[in-house]
């Protein structure tokens, strides 16, 4: 059976564009009333905003290619890259890298790529990987394939074009890309979910390709609403793994791709609904301290704040009393007065008791 790069007519992919004319609509609407949100935050909840957003795609993207890093170590980077005050920890260099790719995408959004942008990102993912080739188009003569087994037993799901092709199909992608990145020819969430699936199908890199391929779906949608996108499509894609990477694979010998664009527009409107939520939990976030701030001492603050820091799924169980010492350097009588204080004064609700007590935020609705 042919790869879909040995057809004639690919990458002319069959689709309907009526599959998405209900969502496009939704995508505009959402994004306007998402931007007039952002805007009317303060600039110390807007940043955090940015970091939440962007820390959550660089966890998401890499854990769906099965790495996974630290929530506090990416945050802390993505802070440094964006100019911000950052606590001074130690970060791994995966961590760096793929923090530093995700700001690079996100405040370089209305330019247009080159061969030169993409290197960049590859060298900023792969953060000083020696085991493959940084920033440049793979050129090995050896098939690049997408398997899983032992060398005894090995499946092949996919092979990508030999790399002798690869700069050619890559000047065609970019400047396909730029064009309808500035134009409407193509409806918003059919050009992304292509973006997407032409970039997989070419694979022009050693390694990095599946995490390149989504924050290249962030740039196309982000220049198609000249707008940063403030979403979470790949933590969309990642409790949709298995689906998502299913109709990666089917796409692999046919140039009918509707059931791929549905799968993808679905999913980049599913996201659109958690940046909602993000952005109601943050001016939630300024409402709550504006009312608890005369009540609450610098310990209740610190431990407030780290908790906030979690997002919107914040502590997973609940703050325990242990949490809560750890976080603000106190004893354990300390500890249980606080909490008991931040009950009493509905910063708090609790659940449980004694050792399996835990304690919740009380956010107005």
Sequence with gaps: MKWIWQDKKWPQYKYNEELTA?????????????????????????????????????????????????????????????????????????????????????????KPITHDTLHLWNTMLLNGRRDVKLGAYRDHTEPMQIVSGNLSNVTVFYEAPPSAKVPTLMDDFIHWFNENASTTQLPILIFAALVHLRFEQIHPYEDGNGRMGRALVEKAISMRLASPMLNSLAKTIEQNKKEYYALLQHTNHTLAVDK??????????????????????????????DKHRMQINARQEKVLLRIFEEGLDGFKGGLSAANYKSIANTSDATATRDLQSLVVSGALHKTGKLKGTRYFLRLES
Excluded: C
């Excluded at 001074?88 to 260099?93: A, I, L, M, Y």
């Excluded at 679905?266 to 939630?284: A, G, L, R, W």
């Design 260 to 289: 791929w664009v549905s799968f993808f527009a679905e999913s980049v409107i599913q996201s659109q609904k958690y940046s909602v939520q993000m952005v109601d939990f943050v001016i939630s976030k300024y409402h709550f301290f």
């Design 22 to 110: 209900s969502l496009e609509a939704k995508l505009h609407r959402e994004s306007g009333v998402l931007q007039g949100s952002v805007r009317h935050l303060k600039n110390t909840d807007s940043e955090q905003l940015v970091i939440e957003f962007l820390s959550q795609e660089a966890l998401s993207t890499s854990q769906i290619e099965g790495e996974v890093m630290q929530r506090d170590s990416v945050q802390s980077s993505i802070s440094k890259h964006l100019g911000l005050k950052t606590d001074g920890r130690k970060v791994k260099p995966n961590e760096y890298g793929i923090s530093e790719m995700m700001v690079h995408q996100y405040t370089t959004f209305d």
